[in-house]
């Protein structure tokens, strides 16, 4: 059964770090394409970022370039968000997903295709 698990989500202030955790179980294969996307309220859901297999991420929103880092734990299929320099316009549900056509290269923005995803988490950043 095919499962996306995240992790580590919470209410930090503003200027804080938080690490977001995801790992995906249940493949037939290793060679997945996992992203993070997050829904703030009221606006639709975003990609954040997409990591291929062997960990090269490329990032889809300009705001987090220089705050949020992605990484994967080897050639697994866990996948960190750390999330620095918290800002309130960060606040939302982060989710993860999996595009198992981006094992090799993550796609330009817009053309990753979600075919699973996980719960979300709630980050919430507020004084």
């Known amino acids: 059964q095919v499962q996306l698990v995240e992790s580590g989500g919470g209410l930090v202030q503003p200027g804080g770090s938080l690490r977001l955790t995801c790992t995906a179980s249940?493949?037939?294969?290793?060679?997945?394409?996992m992203a993070w996307f997050r829904q703030a309220p009221g606006k639709e859901r975003e990609a954040i970022a997409c990591?291929?297999?062997?960990?090269?991420?490329?990032t889809y929103v300009d705001s987090v370039e220089d705050r949020f880092t992605f990484s994967r734990a080897g050639a697994s299929n866990t996948v960190y968000l750390q999330m620095n320099s918290l800002k309130p316009e960060d606040t939302a549900v982060y989710y993860c997903?999996?595009?198992?056509?981006?094992?090799?290269?993550?796609?330009?923005?817009?053309?990753?295709?979600?075919?699973?995803w996980g719960q979300g988490t709630q980050v919430t950043v507020s004084p």
């Open positions: 249940g493949f037939r294969t290793d060679n997945l394409g």
């Open positions: 990591i291929n297999r062997f960990g090269t991420p490329r």
């Open positions: 997903a999996v595009d198992e056509g981006a094992g090799w290269r993550c796609p330009a923005s817009g053309e990753f295709v979600p075919h699973y």
